[in-house]
């Protein structure tokens, strides 16, 4: 989930997530690593599903 988006919209995202399944992960990027933290932080979400 982009950390662009306003923290109402974010909260409000998760809510209706974990509303739907209880099997769900959600993460979230950090706005300070800009666009060029995406991939990095793409790679760490998969490694961490891999586990």
Aim: proline fraction near 4%; aromatic fraction near 6%; hydrophobic fraction near 45%.
């Amino acid at each position: 989930m982009g950390a662009g988006l306003d923290l109402d919209v974010r909260c409000e995202i998760i809510k209706l997530i974990f509303s739907l399944g209880h099997t769900t992960t959600v993460h979230m990027k950090d706005y300070a690593s800009g666009p060029e933290g995406m991939l990095p932080f793409v790679n760490s979400v998969l490694k961490g599903l891999i586990q």
